[in-house]
Each structure stands twice: as structure tokens, then as C-alpha cells.
């Protein structure tokens, strides 16, 4: 039974952790072909922008990992009519935010890249690219969605070939519109824009074959089913949007200190970020539908079984990824550094080995803000999210900046995960006792 349980863990969570690599090349290819193209200036405004797509990656974040887990849930108690309940109103809720979107990108473009910060020199090319990220939203959003259900559909192969397409299309298209077809930031972007479409025709493989146990009904819009959903779901949108906070927040100290050359440099880090993070959410996802399964049978064991598996596969990946940035930094920095700029490169080094000192915790917040997501217990979910997205790095951000430059800038994200990591394991050992105590047989 332990040998099983380890051999589908390793299943669910290789295929995710490919997925969410291929899906975190959006950026990263975005970001060494801008570089290339469009040199300097044009990666600080790719960087400016960044916030607004995790802002609309989160919201189908949300959505698809609080609908699957579900509906994953559901499928585990054999209540189908739960199920197609579970999606339809999933999909009434991707349309009201697609329409939010939507209208922000028509209406109001040019005073959010006001607000996020563009000067003169990058006003035009950060206004393009966060305007046609709104206006292709709705793909996005769905895209989210439809791979978390097939994946919850016990499809996770399907749902890795979607991302995984999708992304190498984003890579040929990117080099195709920005450099054969010269189309600048606009090609990046809209390369980046189709990648889910193209996405989507593979994850419809899931339907054209009768394998999905997932249909529209004809229902009314739930709100307390909706509610329930975004619920469970908000920490992945939290957990998305602390990239955006962090990338705000270190964008607006970094421009003091170092101009547009450190938000360049800075740019550089946070698209490694990106992919780090992505490989440790990857995990998470994994884990969710084998952890929501477990929950729906109530079987505890097997769900907490799930969870030590994930904390040791976070702890390998760190061990991994932090010497290879460590000791290839220059090497890593210099592929964004198209025009060889000394400065941007020496920042760039030093963000690098200090950054990623933190990984291993935020890995960690990410696994268990999922596993009371996957078990339905949101409040714990919430809390450790809102701490590691917004309550803890942005006064440990300020604070370290003004006593240790911008060496404290860097080190902020290492001691605010960190101090969530502390808070996390005590609400873990907290529920884990509390329902030991009650007799209950749930999750933790």
C-alpha cells in the first residue's frame, strides 16, 4: 500500500512539476527575448507588467484549485450531480472576473502603468503588454481551470501536455514575432496570449475522447457554492499575487537605489523566481487531488502520507536548485544582460545568491497553505498565504532595505518565509493535536 501511494505521488507530481516548469517559460522566454530585442528598457518593462499577469494567472489559479479540489472531493463520494454543479458555477465565475479584465485593459491601461510605476522611457512598451494580458484573460482564466479539473478528472498526463504545448508554443511564437516579423513588445505579449489558447485545443482531447466526468448543467449561479470555491481557492491567488506584491514593492525600493538599471537587474531574479516557485506549486498541485481524495474518504493517513511526501521533494528540489544558482549566477545573469551592462550584471549576481536563500521556506508555506486547502479547511489556508504574500514581506522589505541597502532587499524574502514557515508548522502541529484530541478522523 506505501509502495502504491509513493509510486501515483511520484506520478501526479513529476507530471505537475513539467507542467508547471513548461508554464513558467511564458515569462522566462518573454524575458530573453525582450532582453535581446529590446535591450534594457524593455526588460524593465516586461518587469513593470509582470504584476498584472499574476494578477489574472491567480484568479484562474484560484478558480481551478478551489473548483477541483471540489470536485475532487465530490468524485470521491460518487455525487455527480455535485460535480457538474462544482464546474458550471466555476465557469460562471471565470466569466465575471473575464469581463473585470477585460474592461480594465480597454479603459483603464494607461493608469495602471501609471500606477505601477512607468516612466517616459518605458511608458508605451509596459502599457502594451499589461493591456493585451487583460484583453486575453479570459483564456487565461479557463485555461487555469480546465487543467485543474482534468487533472482532478484523474487525467494528469493530459493536463502536462496542455501546459507543456502551450508554453513551447509561447517560446517558437516569441522568437518569431519579435525577431523574423520585428513586432516588439507587442509580439512578446502576444505571444504570450495565445499560449493558453493553443493550451486549450490539446485539453480538449479530455472531451473529444468521453473521458470527462465534468459537464455544463443547467443551473443558476450558487453564491454559496461560488463563495466555497474562491474560498478554498484564495490561497493559490494569494500565493500568485505575492510574486506581483514582492515584484511591486522591491520595484518601487529598487528605483531609488539604483534606477531603472536595478529594476533591469531585478527583473533578472524574479523571472528565476518564477520558475522556482512555479516547480514548488507544481508540487503542491500534485499533492491536492491525491490529498482531496483521501479527505473524501476520510482517510487521514493516507492524505498526511501525501504531505510528508511533498515537504521531502521541497527539501531535494532546494538542494538542487540553490547551488546551481549560487554557482552560476553570472553565467545566468549575463543570458538577460544583452547589452553586457556592468552594473545591471554585478546587481543581478548578488540578488541571486541572496534571493534564493529563502526557497526552501517558501516551498514549504506553499505545500501546506495546499494541504488545508485540499482537506477544505480555508482558514489556516488563508492565513499562512496572506502571511507570505502581503503581511510579512512588505514591512520585512522596507525595514531591511533601510538597514542593509540593498543586500536587505534581497535577504527580506529569505526572513519573511522563513517567520511564515515558523507560523506554519505551529498551525500544523495546532490542527494535527486538535483533532487527535476530538477523535476526529479528518485530514490533520
Excluded at 43 to 61: E, F, Q, R, S
Excluded at 191 to 207: K, N
Excluded at 345 to 351: N, T, Y
Amino acid at each position: 500500500m506505501k509502495k502504491d501511494s509513493v509510486l501515483i505521488y511520484a506520478k501526479y507530481v513529476s507530471l505537475n512539476v513539467l507542467g508547471m516548469i513548461a508554464l513558467s517559460c511564458y515569462i522566462l522566454a518573454d524575458t530573453f527575448f525582450v532582453s535581446r530585442g529590446l535591450g534594457a528598457n524593455g526588460l524593465t518593462a516586461l518587469n513593470l507588467a509582470i504584476p498584472v499577469y499574476n494578477l489574472v494567472n491567480g484568479t484562474g489559479l484560484m478558480l481551478g484549485v478551489g473548483g477541483g479540489a471540489k470536485y475532487a472531493v465530490s468524485k470521491s463520494r460518487g455525487d455527480s450531480s455535485a460535480q457538474n454543479k462544482i464546474f458550471t458555477n466555476t465557469l460562471y465565475l471565470a466569466a465575471g472576473f473575464s469581463v473585470l479584465f477585460v474592461a480594465a485593459g480597454i479603459f483603464f491601461s494607461k493608469n495602471i502603468t501609471a500606477a505601477l510605476g512607468a516612466d517616459s522611457s518605458v511608458f508605451e512598451m509596459t502599457d502594451t503588454y499589461l493591456k493585451v494580458i487583460l484583453l486575453f484573460s479570459p483564456a487565461f482564466i479557463l485555461n487555469n481551470i480546465f487543467v485543474a479539473f482534468i487533472r482532478n478528472d484523474g487525467n494528469p498526463k493530459l493536463s502536462m501536455a496542455g501546459m507543456i504545448t502551450g508554453s513551447l508554443s509561447n517560446v517558437l511564437l516569441d522568437y518569431i514575432f519579435i525577431f523574423p516579423l520585428n513586432m516588439g513588445i507587442f509580439g512578446a505579449v502576444f505571444a504570450t496570449g495565445l499560449s493558453p489558447v493553443i493550451s486549450m485545443c490539446v485539453l480538449s482531447a479530455h472531451r473529444i475522447k468521453r473521458k470527462n466526468s465534468f459537464h455544463l448543467v443547467k443551473t443558476k449561479p450558487m453564491p454559496k457554492l461560488g463563495g466555497s470555491i474562491c474560498a478554498l481557492g484564495i490561497p493559490s491567488l494569494v500565493s500568485e499575487l505575492s510574486s506581483g506584491i514582492v515584484i511591486i514593492v522591491f520595484n518601487s525600493i529598487i528605483l531609488k537605489m539604483e534606477g531603472n538599471t536595478g529594476v533591469a537587474a531585478y527583473g533578472v531574479v524574479t523571472n528565476i523566481s518564477l520558475v522556482v516557485i512555479a516547480v514548488f506549486t507544481g508540487v503542491a498541485q500534485g499533492m491536492q487531488p491525491l490529498v482531496s481524495s483521501a479527505h473524501g474518504r476520510g482517510d487521514s493517513k493516507s492524505a498526511a502520507r501525501f504531505f510528508r511526501y511533498a515537504i521531502v521533494t521541497v527539501l531535494c528540489i532546494f538542494a538542487v536548485v540553490y547551488p546551481a544558482i549560487f554557482f552560476f549566477a553570472g553565467p545566468i545573469a549575463s543570458v538577460f544582460n544583452s547589452e553586457n551592462n556592468a552594473a545591471l550584471q554585478q546587481i543581478a549576481v548578488l540578488g541571486l545568491k541572496l534571493y534564493f536563500t529563502g526557497a526552501f521556506f517558501a516551498g514549504f508555506n506553499i505545500v501546506a497553505a495546499m494541504l488545508f486547502t485540499a482537506s477544505e479547511n480555508a482558514l489556516p489556508a488563508h492565513i499562512i498565504s496572506l502571511l507570505r504574500g502581503l503581511i510579512l514581506i512588505v514591512p520585512a522589505a522596507f525595514i531591511m532595505a533601510d538597514l542593509f541597502g540593498i543586500n536587505g532587499v534581497w535577504l527580506s524574502f529569505t526572513a519573511s518565509e522563513a517567520l511564515c514557515a515558523v507560523c506554519a508548522a505551529i498551525i500544523l502541529l495546532l490542527f494535527g493535536r486538535k483533532n487527535r484530541s476530538s477523535g476526529k478522523n479528518k485530514t490533520l
